[in-house]
């Protein structure tokens, strides 16, 4: 992927904010027992930085588990529609390569579904100054559980028809490095590991606003996404004659704690 192309994914999800905060997928609460299990410390009462927090999904969740939580937001678009959904809680303009935040401020530093979005020869350094010694950097993606035969098949017609747009098939995104050292290519960080499996049950159409939502969808433009969706539709009506789909996802979490 290009610079140009990757920012302007980045910035896609602002013209998207009310649909991605209506149908993309939350996080199920074994996700935070272990983010406390990996950390050795529970997240009510810390101080947490909940970094790229788009409409508020993971950050509302870790106020719920009684987090002093903060949301950080560079988009327009994701930061007005944050303060929509949840008015009481704060949030900053800024991003993860230069945070607006104190040195030693944060117990926690969070990132759902973001940190890919950093330039990580910085957002290391920034998360080591912010973080209080013992604090932890936290990264986790909901991804796709690829042993499910419809989600392999979706995610590989996805790859063929948004080709043009650098999507691509399962076989060549599989990556035989850790994931930790895709998330910090230095190993300056010493992550723990954690893969939480979990599913939800949503109706055909959320299911098709929830694939929407993604970037390369936002980018190809309505037309050629319509196209797909249309098709998409017809294939998964067989597959769940009832009109509702069963989404099964992997969370891949890394949890790495400062010195």
Known sequence: ???????????????????????????????????????????????????????????????????????VEPGDGMAEQFRRVHPELPIVRGDGNDLPLLTDSVDFLTYAQSWHWTDTARAVPEALRVLRPGGSLVLWWNTHALDIPWIAGQFDRVAEHFKDYGAKPAAAVQDTRPRSLLADPTGRLDFAHRVVRWSRRVSLDAHLANIGSHSIFLVAGEEHTGVFLTEERRILQEVFPDGTVEETYDVELLVATAA
Do not use: K, W
């Open 1 to 71: 992927m290009t610079a140009s192309s990757h920012t302007s994914r980045a910035h896609s999800f602002n013209a998207a904010a009310a649909q991605y905060a209506a149908h993309r997928p939350s996080y199920p609460p074994a996700l935070f027992d272990a983010i406390e299990e990996l950390s050795g410390r529970t997240l009510a009462g810390s101080r947490v930085v909940d970094v790229g927090a788009g409409t508020g999904i993971a950050t509302a969740l870790l106020h719920d588990r009684g987090a002093e939580v903060l949301a």
